[in-house]
């Protein structure tokens, strides 16, 4: 098949989150498979200045319609494997700066612009390249409008640019909410600024309009695909996701094994494997000096990866912060975002130095030394779309500790209600709750051979994004 994927980050080239890393998985499986597979990404500095790049070829000028405007473009491709071909959609005054979305302190004033700029670039260079896509793959709010932008592209044009297109939602917290001036820049028909179009309570709604409008709407977890279309975790969009119902599937984000590996983890100072763990004690053992541990400490160590937003928990962590100063464990944090979890994360370690440790930035070797050299690792999301770092913690033998929301409980199995398969402890979003899930980490601990058979589940368990490709493989036939 001629597969098109249209996402705004991808690993290595840009990443936020988990959608980098699970684009870049999938079209990597599905390259694998002999598909002819191209990614569209916006021309950020960051691709710009990678190596992969360094060679891309200028394929295409741009001339975009956004209202009444004409704005000038330019379109690049590389290709870094067999295969795959990359995209980029440039235009410096949207895409020459560091971050994707912000600044840090809050989104960028020019995000519908920089976005609806994005998708019409694509529409326009699968027109002008004549690429004739099986199937085009939009992600997340960023991409919702493809489908619509190319059913009317085409109908201007009397041309077929894609027989079928998909839209995963992989957080519908994120939604491209705009004021709805904003909607002429798109050029569609004034009707779709309509409730059953891209209309939301006023404003312009970019993810509703990928919900409604595209041949098959996916989520990254089966549990999420009946999350969504409750008013608990819908947010807002559950009655737009209800009318999609038949549409929808769930289909789980797997884990990229070529670099979330603990046997061939370069990022790693040694690697390990489950018949071999002598390595992990190595990892851990570089963690704790790093954090400026003492490297002799023999209890639990805790780890804790994430942007710091409500989702994520961040604040049932620190109403637990007295477990964390009052028992014998070490607690490791890595994670930026919200500058007043920040503060009370530092404050916390700056409170026990030789306990608690944060490091407030992006570090992808980081990460994986914290999989590898933690016992535990916290992750109370209030929601969660699929998650990646509990399938990572139990591929690197670290007993995830989550609570049961979303792709959580598709991945996690808790270990005291079942001892014979459990390979993970869980919990609900409460404070409380979290609680007795980190005390029960402290019982487990304790009784080294129950904790081993724990992590040896976890490590064989199989998270490889075979199956995953395989579904959406399925998916695309089946649209087809
Ligand atoms: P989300 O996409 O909601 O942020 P996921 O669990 O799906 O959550 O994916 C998060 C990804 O981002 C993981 O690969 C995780 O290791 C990574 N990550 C999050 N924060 C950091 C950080 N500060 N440094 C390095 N990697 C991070």
């Known amino acids: ?44 500095r960051a691709v710009i200045e990678h190596g992969d790049a360094a060679g891309a070829e200028r394929k295409l000028r741009l001339k975009i319609e956004m209202g009444d405007q004409f704005l000038s473009g330019d379109v690049r491709v590389f290709s870094p494997r067999k295969n795959l071909l990359v995209y980029l ?67 201007r044009h009397r041309v077929t640019l894609a027989l079928k297109t998909v839209f995963t939602i992989h957080n519908i917290a994120y939604q491209g909410l705009f004021p709805a001036t904003t909607f002429a820049r798109t050029n569609l028909p004034d009707e779709l600024y309509h409730i059953d179009g891209l209309e939301y309570y006023s404003q312009v709604n970019y993810m509703k309009g990928g919900i409604l409008f595209a041949d098959r709407v996916t989520t990254v977890s089966p549990r999420y695909a009946r999350e969504i279309q409750t008013p608990e975790f819908g947010c807002g969009l559950d ?33 390990y494997s489950r018949a071999d763990l002598a390595g992990k004690a190595a990892c851990r053992a570089e963690l704790m000096k790093r954090c400026g541990f003492s490297v002799d400490f023999k209890g639990p160590v805790f780890g804790m990866i994430c942007r710091f937003a409500e989702q994520k928990g961040v604040d ?103 001892p014979a398969s459990g390979t993970g402890l869980m919990c609900e979003p409460n404070v409380a709750s979290l609680r007795d899930a980190l005390e029960r980490a402290l019982v487990l601990y304790g009784h080294p051979a129950r904790y081993a058979a724990v992590q040896q589940r976890g490590m064989s368990r199989d998270f490889s994004w075979e199956v995953a490709a395989a579904g959406y493989e399925t998916l695309y036939r089946e649209a087809l």
């Open 239 to 271: 009655g737009v996701a209800q009318t999609r119902a038949e549409d929808i599937v769930g289909l789980l984000n797997g884990v990229d094994t070529s670099i979330w590996n603990p046997t061939v983890d370069a990022l790693l100072p040694a690697r």
């Open 316 to 418: 049932l962590v620190l109403a637990n912060r007295d477990f964390f100063l009052s028992q014998e464990c070490r607690f490791v944090v890595l994670g930026t975002g919200d500058k007043r979890m920040e503060a009370e994360m530092r404050a916390l370690a700056a409170e026990a130095p030789g306990k608690v440790s944060l490091a407030a930035k992006l570090d992808e070797s980081m990460s994986h030394l914290i999989e590898a050299g933690c016992d535990f690792f916290v992750m109370p999301s209030l929601f969660e779309p699929c998650g990646l770092n509990q399938m990572y913690s139990q591929v690197y033998g670290t007993v995830p500790i989550v609570s049961r929301v979303g792709g959580l409980v598709d991945t996690v199995t808790d270990a005291d209600e079942f």
């Open 89 to 155: 959609i440039c235009r410096e005054e949207f895409y020459d700066r560091r971050a994707p979305y912000g600044n840090g302190e809050r989104d960028y004033e020019d995000n519908s612009d920089r976005f609806v700029f994005f998708c019409k670039g694509v529409v326009e260079t699968l027109r002008l390249a004549d690429v004739q896509a099986d199937v085009v793959h939009c992600h997340d709010w960023q991409a919702a409008l493809l489908p619509l932008l190319l059913r009317e592209a085409e109908r």
């Open 1 to 44: 098949m001629k597969i098109v994927h249209v996402a705004s980050e991808l690993y290595p080239y840009m990443k936020t989150g988990g959608l980098a890393d699970a684009v870049a998985a999938l079209v990597g499986a599905l390259a694998d498979h002999a598909h002819e597979v191209s990614v569209f990404l916006p021309g950020y």
